[in-house]
């Protein structure tokens, strides 16, 4: 028998999990599902082992103003989700540093500290002996002719279980969507075998011999990687292609109180190596993530290779790959991060400079590679950009209505479309609530039933930002 449902959300990571929750407490969304492949939710990218845990603000990245409001309204309503249910143990407060070495860094931080001062009044900025109040390992053992300073937030910065986080949500979804008489329902261990539009809607046939057909007015795939196999299965998104960039990470004993981070280069789509609180090994300070190009979508499992090439593409993917990877910039930060794979514990030495950028005195022998840890990051790529406007960089989305396909990437579009289709890559985790406020939005908009924006704002005691009005 076909189950039918109003919303359909594919993908039991944050993303997905923080649309069902929303779905369900604010919406007037009668029915829905969430389908994940895992038998556990929020286990691939979501998992504390696969990522950075960092709720990024926004203003120690390349983001520009407006994503930092984005990103801040984002992370705001997690924080609010987490200081609803008590979840202090999944979202942890700690202090976060943007740290410049040398007198051209210095600039450009100076340049974003008067920038961003504004949106966070409480930013400081420090010189060398305020640094060594705060983060006193980094400073020891510098060379005192170095020039360093740093913005630095004492307050209202966190780190996130995003897998306990994604489970939390769902659990709450199901709860509260029950208690107001909806259909919730969750299928793990359940992978979507095909997708096919029907007259009102989309058709989903899967390997769950419980649940083996569904149907659905509205669909939302939020399959971190796997999002565009899933897509180009239907014929969409043709013009679009997948580079899979694995983040790996290294481990040192506790150096750091809080999270720091270094300069980015505005080229490079990946945050340059930073030092976390390891939510996963306490005692210990995780540094990372390096990036590297692999064949498959998931790091961990090489039957994930063929997915790959399903979603790669044809000629113009190759091409467009080429394209991007001959950039020198690019080319050089990829050979740099391939000595970081180095075997017989080599990979120690060839990334003890990056942390000695942070912890100038930290030496080779206490470095250890973090077996295990690290996911990957779907780096989209628009193969019909113009030459250095290919890859995009931070989440996009694809919302489809029939033969109409709307990008969205870095702004603010009215679309029609029951299909929405997320790609995100960092800072995706951080923008789960965000984008779940976005595509819930739309989602009853488009099926033609009621947002309750005054229930919404009560339990998040926020108004909503602009940049994210469907």
Known sequence: MVERYELLIIGGGVTGAAELDLAAKFTGIRSMALLESRLNLGEVNSAVWMNANTLHRGWETQHSYEMVVHDSHSADMVVAHAKQYGLDGIVQEFPKMLLAVGEKEIAKLQARYAQM??????????????????????????????????????????????????????????????????????????????????????????????????????????????????????????????????????????VLNGKVYTIQNPNIPFAAVHGDPDLQETGMTRWGPTARFVSRLDKFDKKTAKDWRKSFGGLSALASLVDILTDVEKTAFMGKNFLYQLPFGLSRYTFAPSIRKVVPAIKASQIEFAEGVGGVRPQIIDTRAPHGKKLLLGEAKVIIDGDTETLIHGETKTADGNLIVNMTPSPGATMCMGNAEYDVRHITRVLGLPFNQAKFEDFFSTRKLEAVVA
């Open 117 to 254: 001062q504004g949106l966070f009044p409480d930013l400081q900025f420090l010189d060398g002996n305020g640094i060594a109040q705060v983060e006193p390992n980094v400073m020891r053992g510098r060379n005192p002719k170095q020039k360093v300073a740093a913005i630095y937030r004492a307050r209202n910065e966190f780190a996130v279980d995003y897998g306990r986080f994604a489970q939390s949500c769902v659990e709450t979804a199901v709860r509260e969507g029950r208690a107001q008489g909806k259909t919730v329902n969750v299928y793990t261990g359940t992978k979507v075998l095909g997708i096919s539009q029907i007259k009102d809607g989309y058709a989903i046939k899967t390997n769950n011999p419980q649940h083996p057909e569904l149907e659905t007015r509205a669909l939302i795939i939020s399959a971190g990687a796997h999002s565009l196999y899933l897509a180009k299965q239907m014929n969409h998104c043709q013009y679009l292609s997948v580079a899979p960039i694995a983040g790996d990470f290294f481990r040192t004993r506790k």
